[in-house]
């Protein structure tokens, strides 16, 4: 009787055993592969949500400035700074600067002084001011860095951490 074995005779007359043709993966190579998934994904979402923060702090300078444009242009046919949206170009404040369905900064109410004629204290008198701040909001504020800007009618330009700490250097830059 000749049985079949898993070993076969070469050419030679002697046994090898015989090769299986495996497909697929084993577990543990599945494992490896996953683990390293892992590794770059946990890398590269912290770095994808603070790149979004960043490009959302280009978006409330933006807006800064053009509001600042806007009340420039305001205040040479005027002679005065606006406090009202209408006036410079926008229904209602505050404003919502948006990159999607959520709000990430908001732009106050500008705060505006009239000149004031000369006196005798103050002989030049004062001229008209303003000042503008965005503020973060919604996911915005994890952005602790950089919570709001402000710009003046003087061209200042300042940013504050979330606890007010000045960061005008790395966030207007």
Known sequence: ?????????????????????????????????MVIAAILISIAIPSYINYTRKARRTDAKSALLNMASLEERYFSANNTYSTTATDLGYSAFPVSLSSGSTADYTIATPTTNPATAPTATAPGGTPATYSITATAVGD??????????????????????????????????
């Open 1 to 33: 009787m000749n049985r079949q074995s898993s070993t076969q005779i070469g050419v030679h007359g002697r046994r090898r055993a015989a090769r299986r043709t495996v497909l697929g993966f084993t577990l543990i190579e599945l494992l490896v592969a």
């Open 140 to 173: 915005q504020v994890n952005d602790v860095a950089c919570a709001s800007f402000t710009v003046t009618s003087a061209g200042a330009r300042t940013a504050t951490m979330a606890g007010g700490t000045d960061n005008t250097s790395t966030c207007w830059n």
